[in-house]
C-alpha cells in the first residue's frame, strides 16, 4: 500500500522560510518520479514542483526561483525548501508520486501571514 507522509508546514510571516518533508513507502520510491501540489483555500489542486527519479527538477511559474525540490532515495524522503515566502503561498501542500496525485497524503498546512 502506497503511504506518503507530509510534514514541516506552520505559519510563517512573509519573506521566510520552510522545508516540508514527504515520508513515503509502500513502494520503490527512487524508481518514481515525485511532485508537489498544493490547495490554496477555496481553490483547486496545482502541481508546483516535479522531480525526476534521476534528480531533474521542473518548477511553476509562480515558485520558480524561491522554491526547491529534492529527494533522498535512501531515506525515501522528498522535500520541498520553500524560501521568500509569501502570502499567496498560503495553501495545504501535498505531495504524491508524479503520476498518481490521487495517492497524495493528508497534506501539510502552510500559512504565510504577518
Known amino acids: 500500500e502506497v503511504q506518503l507522509v507530509e510534514s514541516g508546514g506552520g505559519l510563517v510571516q512573509p519573506g521566510e522560510s520552510l522545508r516540508l518533508s514527504c515520508a513515503a513507502s509502500?513502494?520503490?520510491?527512487?524508481?518514481?518520479?515525485m511532485a508537489w501540489y498544493r490547495q490554496p483555500p477555496g481553490k483547486g489542486l496545482e502541481r508546483i514542483a516535479t522531480?525526476?527519479?534521476?534528480?531533474?527538477?521542473t518548477y511553476a511559474n509562480a515558485v520558480e526561483g524561491r522554491f526547491t525540490i529534492s529527494r533522498d532515495n535512501g531515506k525515501q524522503t522528498l522535500y520541498l525548501q520553500m524560501d521568500s515566502l509569501r502570502p499567496e503561498d498560503t495553501a495545504v501542500y501535498y505531495c504524491?508520486?508524479?503520476?498518481?496525485?490521487?495517492?497524495r497524503g493528508q497534506g501539510t498546512q502552510v500559512t504565510v501571514s504577518s
Open positions: 522531480i525526476s527519479a534521476y534528480g531533474g527538477a
Open positions: 509502500g513502494f520503490t520510491f527512487s524508481n518514481y518520479a
Open positions: 504524491s508520486r508524479a503520476a498518481s496525485v490521487a495517492e
